[in-house]
């Protein structure tokens, strides 16, 4: 992976754009384990990553340091702030967090990495779909932004009908049934 490291074109994005409404407060900023739920995913993406953005809607994450880019399409959802950041991305290839997962690990973002593919590469399980924690191609953009602009801001509706490899991470899941939970609300934590 060190080799890869190196060469490969990649950039973070961390998705921090939610209204946090069944948190009550900006979830990102939320203390888990004593440690505010976005520096979950920033500590895991710089470990990838030659350069990380935050997209969000909310003036406090520009002291975090990191660019912050704000969604052209409002009130669109995830898919506002993924077709925002990728188009500000000057990377090939960039992997995707949101902010309120923390039980993401290195081997996730690892096994993501070898498989890109197409437009990206999104984790699957049991049926299911997980494209905010994802590797997207810089072009996915256009894809986000086609559909935006048709009023489709469902991810899962949006990923189905892209070039976007399906990865099963069933076998990781048996193990760690937490990996891809996402807090949401107080009882969550």
Do not use: W
């Given at each position: 992976m060190n080799r890869e490291k190196l060469t490969l074109d990649l950039g973070g994005i961390v998705l921090s754009g939610g209204k946090s409404t069944r948190m009550g407060t900006d979830k990102g900023f939320v203390l888990y384990q004593g440690k505010p739920l976005v520096q979950y995913s920033l500590a895991l993406l710089k470990y990838f990553c030659q350069d990380i953005i935050i997209s969000a809607n909310h003036d406090a994450y520009r002291e975090l340091g990191y660019p912050v880019v704000e969604d052209e399409y409002i009130y669109c959802g995830p898919a506002g702030g993924l077709h925002a950041a990728l188009r500000a991305s000057t990377h090939e290839w960039n992997l995707v967090l949101s902010c309120d997962v923390p039980f993401v690990t290195r081997e996730v973002l690892s096994r993501l990495i070898g498989a890109r593919a197409s437009k990206?590469?999104?984790?699957?399980?049991?049926?299911?779909?997980?494209?905010?924690?994802?590797?997207?191609?810089?072009?996915?953009?256009?894809?986000?932004?086609?559909?935006?602009?048709?009023?489709?801001?469902?991810?899962?509706?949006?990923?189905?009908?892209?070039?976007?490899?399906?990865?099963?991470?069933?076998?990781?899941?048996?193990?760690?049934?937490?990996?891809?939970?996402?807090?949401?609300?107080?009882?969550?934590l």
């Open positions: 990206g590469t999104v984790p699957y399980h049991d049926g299911g779909l997980e494209p905010l924690v994802a590797i997207y191609h810089h072009s996915m953009h256009l894809v986000f932004e086609e559909n935006l602009l048709l009023n489709q801001y469902r991810l899962q509706e949006i990923i189905k009908s892209a070039d976007i490899h399906l990865l099963s991470f069933q076998d990781m899941l048996d193990k760690n049934p937490r990996l891809f939970d996402n807090l949401n609300a107080p009882s969550d």
